[in-house]
């Protein structure tokens, strides 16, 4: 199991990791659970729902009294902070940073964990696939990245190019969506990383001959078939200049996947497994998984 520190600081779901909440109901750990939330610098209204599940197992259960530390932080986050008095009145953007922590590396992205859509576009979050792909790069010992080109196509927050970038490829993060591309340079220089950012749109217009000879990345891109064309179209190019592709897709229906498949196979890509994530079952040592359907990691090439 994760450290409880770490799934907090990735703000873990809130019902899915319950059943590990309810494991601290005795004194001492409920203390072990509260600074555990400190450490993880999670944001006040995570921090509020965590303990208003412990707190109400606790009362219902008689087993054990809730700690006075417990009851102050909790009376004190039932106050609503100026910050998120500001919220309620503008309700535009309800990001917060999430930390990522692997190895001595930690990456900070302000991102809302648990919007789908957000001003009508999916980059804003890191999606399952991403952690997927950037456990497989911290993980395997099949890819040497460093000093490696890297070019992450619809990069949304970044997170697997940043995951390159620290392990020490010169990456390139790019996203067709100009506001994700506002936010990933933010994003880049806050983490103190060296990277480049760049909006790229994908289709047979898009210049790509500079990426020549790098390694592609590309994380939950398949989920719509209206946009195969387009990404297929990309990555045609990119591999014919001398690229290879490593991508994460979450398998939510079968169909689509295999219409990915078959239009790949169309224009001559070769599509190898390299291995598969399953949610359910603990799928990294890193990273917290939302549950969900699987996640095929892919080489791609001609
Ligand atoms: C579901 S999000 C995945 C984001 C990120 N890779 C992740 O897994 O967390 C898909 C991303 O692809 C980008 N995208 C979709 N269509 C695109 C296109 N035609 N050209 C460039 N980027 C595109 C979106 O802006 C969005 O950031």
């Not at 944001?43 to 303990?51: K, N």
């Not at 106050?79 to 990001?95: A, F, L, Q």
């Not at 790509?208 to 045609?236: E, G, K, T, W």
Request: hydrophobic fraction near 45%; charge should be negative.
């Amino acid at each position: 199991m994760l450290p409880l520190e770490q799934l907090f600081a990735q703000q873990a779901q809130v019902a899915s990791i319950r059943p590990i909440v309810l494991m601290y109901q005795a004194e001492s750990q409920q203390k072990e659970l509260l600074h555990a939330l400190f450490a993880s610098k999670a944001p006040r209204s995570y921090v509020r729902q965590i303990l208003r599940v412990l707190l109400t197992a606790i009362e219902s259960a008689d087993i054990a009294d809730p700690v006075e530390e417990l009851i102050t932080t909790y009376a004190g986050l039932m106050v609503p902070s100026d910050s998120e008095g500001e919220k309620t009145s503008i309700r535009s953007d309800e990001s917060t940073p999430v930390y990522y922590r692997f190895g001595q590396h930690l990456l900070t992205v302000n991102e809302n964990r648990h919007t789908l859509v957000q001003f009508g576009g999916t980059g804003y979050r890191t999606w399952e696939a991403a952690l997927a792909l950037g456990d497989y790069f911290i993980s395997t010992t099949a890819v040497d990245l460093k000093n490696q080109r890297v070019l992450e196509l619809g990069a949304g927050t970044g997170f697997a190019g940043m995951v390159t970038a620290s392990l020490g490829s010169h990456t390139v993060l790019t996203d067709g969506d100009p506001a994700v591309v506002e936010r990933l340079n933010k994003t880049i220089s806050f983490n103190n990383l060296t990277a480049d950012v760049q909006e790229l749109y994908w289709g047979p217009d898009a210049a790509v001959d500079h990426f020549a000879n790098s390694l592609v990345i590309a994380a939950d891109v398949l989920y719509d078939v209206d946009i195969f064309p387009a990404f297929i179209c990309i990555l045609r190019r990119l591999l014919s200049v001398n690229c290879e592709a490593i991508i994460a897709t979450t398998v939510r229906n079968e169909d689509t996947f295999g219409e990915f498949l078959a239009q790949a196979a169309a224009q001559e890509i070769v599509v190898q497994p390299l291995a598969t994530y399953d949610p359910s079952d603990e799928p990294s040592e890193f990273f917290w998984f939302a549950p969900g359907p699987r996640i095929e990691i892919l080489r791609l090439g001609l």
